[in-house]
């Protein structure tokens, strides 16, 4: 009897051990940045009078009478962003000529005192309906610096600001974003004053207290500026993150500045990111579709193959790709545009179609506590929820991929559960042939998504991943093959 009680011990013992799961590893996401996370690409709209001066920055002066978008439809412009494969919209609702998309009671620089809806209008409230209809998050960007306000450099200004903000965070529903940028202070008309007007931007935005109004109001908000806070600006506007991305990141000041402040982070430290960092910081990679973040005439849209290959370099590196949209004067996006997007959607939608990796037999050197829970069949059921772990003590395995008949693909994909943190540090992917295994790729970091782009297609029966390098059990999600498609 003894015996038997001694038994069913044992079982239940290893039974439920067999069933933890692996402890998190370094910082973790938060729930909002979870759900950032998964909106991978979105795009950012920057369209105020400075569209109709044909302008970057407006100087703060412009009449609002010039803003007159006679055909403006958001409907349009969030449909070609839908098309394009974006899932989220960020509206620039001020920039930096301080003018207001919304009818604020904060200045009377705004959009009632242009013709756009006879004065009636509201911008923004129309941009948020546009995306919600058609299933996409929405977001804002507020510039601090208001090249309009005569307040801007006096402590009245901050508690404009942060009206506004209060004004966008309250009648606008959930936003998954608020975006802050860096520039700040300079030259602007100022009410009419003409001058420049400096501050201290160690102190005078005081971004922990301002912030907490995005929390109290937008608990799911991400909160993107250049030295990071839920998003770190990736350091460029290229729209590249490092080849080596942690999306882990300690905000550390500009070198011989004081704080690590919006304005004055260390911007070389930005596009990998810091492996021992402190915070769950991943990047964003902003870059205009154009070449201005505004409307020029003459600019064009970059390529379908030039998007592709800075998708591989944002979301294939487990960053966020902020693609800049750019509305013309009649308040439309360009044709061509369009299409561009249209046919950038088609070409992720059709490449990532069908995961050749589903046709393998997939066999690895541990699985943990011998759990089919945590099997391989996991790495390629389409759930990011199930994946693939090792014992605590096994944290460098392999995964030998054995097909029936040859496979030609030129795209590797691998995702890790970051609910798990970032874990993965070093792997190799190697290909077999005539019976000898031959390296085809070395990577570093993985994160939520990592894709290996082949230069030329690479046609194999058996491949095998060897992860070289992890400082615990691993846990990955996804895996998949895929072939680059073209259209014809
Ligand atoms: C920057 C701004 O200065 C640019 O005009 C643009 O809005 C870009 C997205 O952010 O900080
Ligand atoms: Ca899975």
């Known amino acids: 009897m003894k015996r038997l009680i001694f038994l069913i011990f044992c079982g239940i ?31 950012l709209i920057h369209f105020t009078p400075t569209t109709f001066e044909n302008k970057e920055w407006g100087y703060g002066d412009a ?52 013709p756009f809806r006879d004065g009636k209008g509201d911008m923004v409230k129309e941009f948020a309906d546009a995306a919600r209809n058609n ?48 520039a700040n202070g300079g030259d602007g008309y100022y009410g009419g004053a003409r001058e ?50 942690w999306a882990t990141f300690t905000p550390k000041p500009a070198e011989g500045a004081s704080a690590a402040v919006p304005g004055q982070a260390n911007y070389p430290e930005s596009p990998v990111g810091h492996r021992d960092g402190e915070f769950w910081m991943p990047a964003e990679c902003d870059v205009p579709l154009r070449k201005g973040w505004f409307y020029h005439p003459g600019e064009k849209a970059k390529s379908v193959d030039e998007l592709f290959s800075l998708f591989v370099q ?31 959607g088609q070409k992720i939608e059709e490449t990532f179609k069908v995961n050749l990796l589903r046709a393998a037999n997939l066999r690895a050197s541990n699985v943990r506590g011998y759990n089919s829970i945590y099997g391989t069949k996991n790495l390629i059921d389409g759930r990011e929820e199930t994946y693939w772990a090792t014992d605590d003590d096994f944290p460098t395995p392999y ?19 970051i609910k798990f943190g970032q874990r993965i540090e070093e792997f190799t992917l190697e290909a077999e042939e005539n019976g000898e295994w031959r390296e085809i790729h070395k990577g570093t970091s993985v994160g939520a998504r990592r894709i290996v782009k082949f230069d030329s ?11 070289t390098k992890c400082p615990a059990a691993i846990v990955i999600s996804e895996m998949g093959l895929y072939k680059e498609w073209q259209a014809q």
């Open 457 to 467: 297609p690479v046609t194999a029966t058996r491949l095998r991943l060897k992860i």
């Open 314 to 344: 944002s979301v294939g590196r487990g960053a966020a790709l902020d693609l800049g949209l750019a509305p013309d004067t009649r308040g439309l996006l360009d044709d061509g545009d369009v299409e561009v997007l249209r046919a950038f």
């Open 399 to 417: 995964l030998t991929m054995t097909f029936s008949r040859p496979v030609t693909f030129d795209i590797f994909q691998i995702k890790e559960n």
């Open 196 to 245: 420049k007007r400096s501050i201290d931007n160690t102190v005078y935005y005081d971004w922990d207290s301002t912030w907490s109004i995005t929390r109290e109001l937008q608990p799911m908000a991400n909160i993107f500026s250049d030295i990071g806070w839920d998003v770190r600006w990736v350091g460029n506007e290229k729209g590249i993150a490092g080849e080596t991305h």
């Open 13 to 43: 013992y290893s039974f439920s051990f067999a069933q933890v799961p692996p402890k998190p590893y370094g910082p973790v996401p938060s729930a909002r940045q979870l759900e950032w996370h998964k909106v991978e690409m979105y795009g």
């Open 63 to 114: 009449d609002p009478k010039i803003f007159n978008p006679a055909q403006f439809d958001a409907e349009q412009i969030v449909k070609a962003a839908k098309a394009g494969g974006l899932r989220g919209i960020v509206l620039v609702a001020k920039h930096h000529d301080g003018f207001a998309l919304w009818p604020t009671k904060t200045t009377e620089y705004n959009i009632t005192k242009s």
């Open 135 to 182: 299933g996409l998050k929405f977001g804002v960007y507020c510039s601090p610096w208001d090249r309009n306000s005569p307040h801007y450099g006096t402590p009245k200004y901050l508690e404009i600001y942060r009206e506004q903000l209060r004004e966008l965070y309250t009648n606008y529903g959930e936003l998954f974003m608020s975006w802050h940028d860096g």
